[in-house]
């Protein structure tokens, strides 16, 4: 499998105090990876490494090939080809058809022939057609974040990161947004990392599973395997749910 | 009260005639308050929005003067931009004393802190979470000031009302740095003055109601945009 990100040495700190310390981690081109682990652990500023909104204190990042670290960033149109789905959908103060084409508008790929369909589809799939033209900044959670979750799928980035992007939503907004990203990583062949401490999230979505604790990574291994036959205590303990923070 | 009443009887009736006097003055104010809002805008929007979303060293001290400023006396205002342009003053040589020019500088001094700190506020209650976002869909720099703006632009109404509120009832700097010319610097405000001081309360009264109504106007447009953003 061809490698996409790299992560060499990987250390931040705040105030003095390191909170990530990742020595080695690959990223595969095409698989959804599921970043599991308690509160704290590190997951979410990871992620923000991972999407260059942060630089790292120290260590190395190497995307498609090239290397990025504290003081070297990439140019926005490698920056264009990653993007975030956070747990709080952060829309604008629009209408969501407004919203969900916003990467397009700041891109300039203009609505039109293949795209428009795509985008019509999307907002299908999504249930989210009878709402195009509502504010939304009206919509429930669930609407929300399915806005946030189209907005992210509309421009087909090469990789999308999503941060406990179903947290505190009902079953039903949970399984649309689960189905629409999992078809995203089998159908486009892009990469997808979640992270989620829904342990039943990870089993349904993942190709492979990583647990992060105190800022490391404990295990990575294949979804069935972390599952079925975790090595380390650590991974196991948390399966049990009995890892504590 | 003989005298209001009468006054106000002037006053409707050199509103309905249009007399050239009051429509001269009218024009002046407008053009003289417009270009100083315009100006106030033009700078304070975005630099309001760079120090709300940007953190940089002298930032608190640009901050506590900015917040100063919204308090400037403006009599002291007037009186710096008449020894910036008096004929011993730096800018004395541009010929700008006693013009409608002075007295844009003077009204934009006055109006840029208001209007760059609402901004600078607005755009300080915007959650970081959205900044977060909208770097992560891959927005560049301007596109980022211009969607905070944006999402900002309650605040940026305000400001622009605060701002034209301050300056279209400004008298003292006014005064001093335009010298109140009929047909060139006389402006609502210093008619006013004028007027009253001559005894032609009806005029000064016609005047007065045009001021009213402007603040009553830029109010109601300020309200059906609050309206339109609440709904």
Do not use: C
């Not at chain 1, 003095?16 to 310390?21: I, R």
């Not at chain 2, 770097?135 to 211009?146: A, E, I, N, P």
């Not at chain 2, 701002?163 to 047909?183: C, D, Q, R």
């Not at chain 2, 032609?200 to 309200?223: D, E, H, K, Q, V």
Request: aromatic share 8%; no cysteine.
């Amino acid at each position: 499998m061809k490698t996409i990100y790299k992560v060499e040495d990987l250390s931040k700190e705040y105030d003095g105090k390191e909170v990530l310390k990742v020595e080695d981690f690959d990223l595969f081109q095409g698989e959804i990876f599921g970043l599991v682990g308690p509160s704290g652990a590190g997951k979410s500023t990871l992620l923000r490494l991972l999407d260059f909104l942060e630089p790292p204190t120290s260590g190395v990042i190497k995307f498609k090939g090239q290397e990025y670290h504290q003081t070297k960033e990439p140019g926005l149109d490698i920056k264009r080809k990653i993007t975030t789905v956070f747990q709080e959908p952060a829309l604008l103060k629009t209408t969501v058809w407004k919203n969900i084409t916003y990467p397009l508008k700041i891109r300039g790929i203009p609505i039109k022939g293949e795209l428009k369909s795509e985008l019509e589809n999307l907002i299908t799939d999504l249930s989210l057609w009878e709402l195009k033209d509502q504010r939304a900044d009206k919509l429930s959670g669930g609407e929300a974040q399915r806005v946030a979750v189209a907005r992210a799928l509309i421009f087909k980035p090469e990789v999308l990161f999503l941060d406990e992007p179903t947290s505190n939503l009902d079953p039903t907004n949970i399984s649309i947004i689960e189905n629409k990203i999992k078809q995203y990583g089998k159908r486009t062949g892009k990469t997808v990392l979640v992270v989620t401490h829904n342990i039943f999230q990870a089993k349904r979505l993942t190709d492979r599973v990583g647990l992060l604790h105190r800022g490391e990574f404990i295990e990575i291994k294949e979804r069935d395997n972390f599952f079925n036959s975790p090595d380390n205590k650590l991974t196991q303990k948390f399966l049990a749910g009995d890892l504590l923070p | 009260m003989h005298t209001l009443i009468q006054g106000f009887r002037e006053a409707i009736k050199l509103l309905i005639s249009l007399d050239p006097e009051l429509l001269q003055i009218i024009s002046v104010s407008f053009r003289v308050t417009g270009t100083a809002l315009f100006v106030s805008v033009l700078i304070g929007v975005p630099l309001g929005t760079v120090l709300g979303l940007v953190d940089f060293p002298g930032k608190k001290i640009i901050t506590a003067l900015l917040y100063t400023g919204m308090g400037l006396p403006p009599v002291v205002v007037g009186l710096f931009v008449f020894i910036m342009f008096s004929a011993s003053g730096p800018f004395g040589s541009l010929g700008w004393l006693f013009t409608t020019r002075s007295i844009v500088v003077a009204q934009t001094i006055l109006a840029l802190p208001l209007v760059t700190s609402f901004v600078m506020t607005s755009v300080l209650s915007i959650d970081i979470a959205l900044i977060r976002q909208m770097k992560s869909l891959g927005t560049s720099r301007k596109q980022l000031l211009w969607t905070v703006i944006k999402e900002a632009r309650l605040g940026a109404v305000v400001a622009m009302a605060a701002g034209y509120g301050a300056v279209i009832s400004e008298v003292g700097a006014v005064m001093l740095v335009g010298g109140n010319i009929a047909g060139k610097t006389r402006v609502l405000t210093t008619a006013i003055m004028l007027e009253t001081r001559q005894g032609r309360f009806g005029f000064a009264l016609a005047l007065g109601i045009i001021l009213l109504l402007i603040a009553f106007i830029t109010n109601m447009i300020m309200m059906k945009f609050q309206h339109r953003e609440i709904k």
